[in-house]
C-alpha cells in the first residue's frame, strides 16, 4: 500500500523508534469482527449456536474476532439481528462510556449505528437513545441497524449539533462524539481512506470537529459523560482538540480513565501542551494490538453550575401539534382506551405488555417506554419503536414490531432452522407452502424472530421488506 509521503513523514517524527513496527503492520492482514447483540441473546447462548470461529476482543465483554471466510453477514443469524459487524477497535468506545438502564443518551454521529445498538444493548430498553447523524443518506443505514437489532427506545434523527442544542438543553446523561476525522488509522482496513486523505486530512476535520464540540456542553447534563472518539493518529483532531475543549471549560470538566487491556496504550501527554494527563485516554496502534487505529477519551462535566435535572414529565411531543394523540399506557386496558384496532392486535397476537408512552400520527403508532423532548424543528427518521397502522381492513403490525420482538412474544408462530431451505426462501422474499390459521404468523429462525409472514390458508404470503432481503 502506498502511503501519502506527508501522513509517513508526520508519522515518523510523532513515532520515533516505533515507526518501522507501525509500517510493517500494513504488511499484516486485517482483522474481522462481531459483537453479540444481547438484546436478543445473552453472550453464552450465542456462543452455543454460533457456526463461526471466534475468539475474545479483549476490551469488550460481548466482541469477537472471526475468520474471514466465515462470512457472517450471510448467515440467517445476522437477518435476525443477533450480532453487529464491527472492526474490533471500534467497539471501544461503547464499551467503556459507562451507559446505564434508565440514561438518556445521544449519539451524535451515530451512521452507521455501532455504537448506537452497542449502547442501546446496555440500556436494555429502558431510557431514551437519541442517534443523530447529518448525512441523509447514512441515516437510512443508522435506521436500518436499529431496527434489525431490536432497539425499541431509540429516536433517530438527521440534522445538525447546533439544532439538536436547542431543544435538548441539559438534557443528556452520556454523549457518544464519534467524530468525522482524516480517517488515518483505517488506512489498512480501507484504502479508500488512503485515497480521500488529501481531501479530509487533519486541517479540514479539526475544523468540523471544534464545530460539534461547541454544542455537545450545551447538551450534557451536570454529572454526565462525553466519550469523545476518532479512527485517526493526528495529535491535533485527538489530544489537542480534547485539551483546547477543557481549556474552554476551565474547571468544568475532568478525565476519566480508560482500562489499558489487550495492548492499549494511553493518550499521549506530549503531543498536548502538557495541561492534561492523557494517560488517562486510549490509544490502540495496529502494531501494538489486533485491531486497527482508535484514539477515546472520556470526560466528566463536573456537578457545579446549572440544574441539570431537566426531567419532561409529559409528552411533550404535543407541542409542537404534529402528533394527535400521545398517551401513558401500563396496562391492557389503558391501550383499549387509546385505540381499540392496536390493542386487539397486541392482545390477540401477542403476549407484549407496553408500558411507558404510546403515540399516534395519522393512522401510525410508535412506543417509547418514556415520553421524549419537543423535536419540533427537527428531521425525524424515525420516532421510537414503530408498531404499525390500522388500515380499513385491520391493524397492519409493521416489520420493526416483529424484529424487536422475541418469539415467546409472538403467539402465532413458525420456527425454521437456519439451515432449512424454507429460512433462505424467507430471507430471499419467497412465498412459503405451509397451512395454519389465517393472520400474521411470526417467522422464526432457531427461535429467534426474522419478521412477518400472513397466512392466507396453504400458503405464507411474504413480508419481508424488499430492501432487507437476501440476494441469491
Known sequence: M?????????????????????LESYNKPRFYGLRVNTLKISVDEFLKISPFHLEPVPWTTD??????GDNPGRHPYYYAGLYYIQEPSAMLPGAVIGVRPGDRVLDLCAAPGGKSVQMAAQMKGQGLLVSNDINAERVKALVKNIEL?????????????????????????????????????MFRKDEDAVKSWEKFKCEKCSCMQWDILQQVDKMLKPGGVILYSTCTFSPEEDEIMIERFMDQHPGGYELLEIPKTGGIEGGRREWSAGKYDFSKAARLWPHKLNGEGHFAVIIRKLEHGINGDNDINSPALQRDGSWEKAYPVNSFEGLGNFNRELAEFINNSTTLSLKGHVFQKGNNFYHLPQACPDLSGLKVAKFGWYLGENSPKGFVPSHSLAVSMKSEEMKRKINFAAGDRETNSYLKGETLIDSGEKGYTGICVDGYTLGWAKQTGDMLKNLYPKGWRKMA
Open 63 to 68: 466482541g469477537f474476532y472471526y475468520r474471514e
Open 149 to 185: 437489532c431490536g432497539v425499541r427506545n431509540a429516536v433517530v434523527l438527521n440534522d445538525t449539533p447546533d439544532k439538536l442544542a436547542r431543544n435538548f438543553e441539559s438534557f443528556f446523561d452520556r454523549i457518544m462524539v464519534d467524530a468525522p476525522c482524516s480517517g488515518e488509522g
Open 2 to 22: 502506498k502511503l501519502p509521503e506527508e501522513f509517513v513523514n508526520k508519522m515518523q517524527v510523532l513515532l520515533g523508534e516505533e515507526f518501522n513496527s507501525y
